[in-house]
């Protein structure tokens, strides 16, 4: 049975994991993003693509896949697609329709325009909430990624990631999302409010490390 979500209780379990925080958590939440956009730039530059169609390749590869593998499966398939190789060449460590979602935004990659965060024909072939908001928090949008992680910060409920209650609809992904901005407007870093999803880098940091989650 799915916990019933309450937005209040969902506010105040985030910001009571934010105050758990060490400075080391929030220096490493607040940057987790920044960096992952840096290792993007790394790969665009190496390749010679526009910045966001690297981030939504990496979006597209990001399914249950660990970051380090995540990053690597972009390049390495970005690398077969600027040798003339085919996706089959490579292995990812995500699901095969997502390899398939990633090696298309490669072979579109001159149509797939970003005039704005608004006006984005990435976050279109994306097409999936949580791959979007990934996209779109590691391009720097003020939106939140939710995962089960999130998830169970959010309800202070620890639940495992195959647990039929992490499976989050659109009502409550949104529900969610709205948690993590309010919360944001009530914590402070460095003199400034957090972005959401930065926010939600620095819980899921020390949520991890708190019940000792790789």
């Known amino acids: ?110 149509s797939l325009k970003r005039n704005s965060s608004e006006d984005d024909d990435v976050k279109v072939a994306l097409n999936g909430k949580k791959i979007v908001c990934f996209y779109e928090n590691i391009m720097g949008d003020d939106t939140c990624t939710i995962d089960g992680h999130a998830r169970n910060i959010a309800y202070n409920e620890r639940v495992t990631l195959t647990n039929a209650k992490t499976s989050i609809g659109v009502k409550e992904y949104a529900n969610l999302q709205e948690a993590y901005r309010q919360a944001a407007k009530r914590c402070t870093v460095n003199g400034r409010k957090f972005k959401a999803y930065e926010l939600q880098a620095v819980t899921w940091v020390t949520w991890r490390k708190m019940h000792g989650i790789a």
């Open 1 to 110: 049975m799915k916990t019933e979500f309450n937005m209040q209780i969902a506010v105040k379990n985030i910001i009571a994991i934010r105050r758990k925080a060490s400075p080391e958590d929030v220096a490493h939440g607040i940057a987790w993003y920044a960096e992952a956009y840096e290792e993007c730039r790394i790969i665009a530059d190496r390749f010679k693509l526009p910045i966001h169609i690297v981030v939504g390749v990496v979006a597209a590869l990001s399914p249950n896949n660990r970051w380090e593998l995540n990053i690597r499966n972009a390049n390495d398939l970005i690398c077969a697609f600027a040798c003339g190789s085919t996706m089959d060449d490579v292995s990812v460590c995500t699901y095969t329709a997502m390899k398939q979602k990633a090696w298309d935004i490669l072979c579109n990659w001159k």
